[in-house]
Structure formats: structure tokens, C-alpha cells
């Protein structure tokens, strides 16, 4: 059996004008296709929506971690596809549902992004990949996503 990992993320940043209920957004790394779905919920509804299809060369498999929640956009990470199949950053922007690849992971800089994004102080987000570095163990990156 496939193991589905829904992540959650109650976006309370929206305007309320734009958005009566709270919305969950959240993504599974099989969803209705073999890359991952990017999902959305509002409380008190029956359904749940699919938001965006990841197809592979733009991302796939995104990551069992939460979104960073900056500027009204989420961002996270996807373990494999993009440009060189090491995976990518990735940007959701929940009022206009628009998906955009930000970076693509590669040998030289790191592969298979893994855990969680995390924003700091300095405004920028820190991550580590699974691949890449001394002895292909892994590194940690700086990504700054101004």
C-alpha cells in the first residue's frame, strides 16, 4: 500500500474578504498521479480540492513537512523531479493557485531535499538534502527566496 502523507497547513494569513472559512492546504506525494498533489480544504466543506498536479519535470514526491508561510505564498520541497530528477523548491501562491519552481536540487549543490524548510530571522529559509557533499552524505543549503 502506498504510504500518503497529507500534510496541513491552516492558512490564516489570507485576507478574510477573500476567504470565509479557514483553508487547509496541504500535500500528498501520490495524489491522482504518480508525482504528487498539492491540496485544498476550506472547514465545513464535504470536499477536498485538488489544487495543482506536480508533472515531474516541475517537481514530484513533495516532502512529508510543513509549508513556510511568507508574503502569502507557501513554499516547500519536493524530494525528486525537476530539472536534474534531485528535486526542487517550490512556491504556491493560495489566492491566485499559482505553482512555481523556484530551484532545481543537483549533485553539485545537493540532491533529494528531506525534512522541512525553515524560515529565519535573516529572512532567508535553511534546508537539508539526503544526497550530495562530503561523502554524498547530505548538506545543509541557504535559499533566499527575495
Known sequence: MRNIILLLLIVFSLPSILIA????????????????????YTV???TVDKVYKFKGVEGAKPQQTNFI????????????????????IFEY???????????DFNESVGATPSESLMLESNGK?????????????GVIFEYDYI
Do not use: H, R, W
Not at 69 to 88: D, H, P, Q, R
Not at 93 to 103: D, E, G, L, M, R
Open 44 to 46: 465545513g466543506d464535504i
Open 125 to 137: 529559509m535553511y534546508g537539508m538534502t539526503k544526497y550530495s557533499g562530503f561523502n554524498f552524505l
Open 93 to 103: 501562491n493560495p489566492i491566485t493557485n499559482v505553482y512555481a519552481k523556484k530551484f
Open 69 to 88: 508561510s511568507t508574503g502569502g505564498k507557501l513554499y516547500g520541497m519536493a524530494s525528486e523531479g525537476g530539472a536534474y530528477n534531485y528535486g526542487v
Open 21 to 40: 472559512q479557514p483553508t487547509i492546504i496541504g500535500a500528498c506525494s501520490y495524489g491522482s498521479n504518480q508525482f504528487g498533489t498539492i491540496l485544498s
